[in-house]
């Protein structure tokens, strides 16, 4: 291993024994890197290696810091990946996202409370003034995000929030809009809230299962996350104008 990869395991032992917690500044570079030892240009190697995955913080003219180490902080990298998708890596992130969201119903059936139930619907009652994509992708984040949320669960919600961003979500949502598809698509919203309100984890699951699955199909379909397309024939039509 390189200089810069022991300072980086060293850091993480660190953080991993509590000799290092979220929002402590780190020892002088040079006091470290003798800590360590290490050199001073490996320290920073490994610094900036571990402030590019939000473990560190570099405040310019103050030090070093732990972040947070909030999931949703660390599981940022994951969203950059989401936004550089290709064809074939977006439905598998669907694939993986039907198996956490359908997790994330069984729970919010167990774990219902009022309140959850009043912001559900809330949220469901909203979807009847959405007029555009925009306003259909803030209904959707929403009621995703609530739903992950009741499982009490930062990992789960934090790779929810991640697998699709606002991006993914307009095109899924622009599709579904020409396809004529929205209004059964908040219909199964509208299900799921139902299964979640009479407390039956297993429907709740199943549900969501087939409403991310829909999805699925959908960008099976459309042209251009089609494995098979010939590219050369202009009678199918192109992505852009599927989504």
Do not use: C
Request: aromatic share 4%; net charge negative; charged share 30%.
């Amino acid at each position: 291993m390189s200089q810069t990869d022991n300072a980086i395991d060293a850091i993480k032992r660190m953080i991993q024994l509590g000799e290092l917690r979220p929002g402590d500044r780190l020892p002088p570079e040079r006091e470290l890197g003798e800590r360590l030892g290490v050199s001073r240009n490996s320290l920073r190697e490994a610094v900036k290696s571990l402030e590019t995955i939000n473990v560190l913080a570099v405040r310019r003219g103050d030090g070093t810091y732990v972040t947070s180490l909030e999931p949703s902080l660390l599981l940022e990298g994951i969203g950059f990946l989401v936004d550089i998708h290709d064809d074939a890596t977006l439905l598998e992130m669907f694939g993986v996202r039907r198996i956490l969201e359908s997790a994330a119903a069984r729970s919010a059936a167990i774990r219902a409370t009022p309140d959850l139930i009043e912001h559900l619907e809330a949220i469901a009652e909203s979807s009847k003034d959405a007029t555009s994509v925009d306003n259909l992708v803030d209904h959707d984040t929403e009621f995703h995000r609530v739903i992950a949320s009741a499982a009490a669960n930062r990992y789960l919600s934090g790779m929810l929030d991640t697998l699709s961003s606002s991006t993914v979500r307009a095109r899924v949502w622009r599709g579904l809009a020409q396809g004529g598809s929205v209004e059964r698509t908040l219909a199964e919203h509208r299900a799921i809230l139902d299964a979640v309100r009479a407390g039956d984890p297993d429907l709740a699951a199943a549900l969501m299962t087939a409403h991310i699955a829909g999805v699925e199909s959908w960008l099976r379909g459309a042209s251009r996350w089609h494995p098979d397309q010939d590219d050369g024939d202009d009678d199918k039509g192109s992505a852009d104008d599927d989504v």
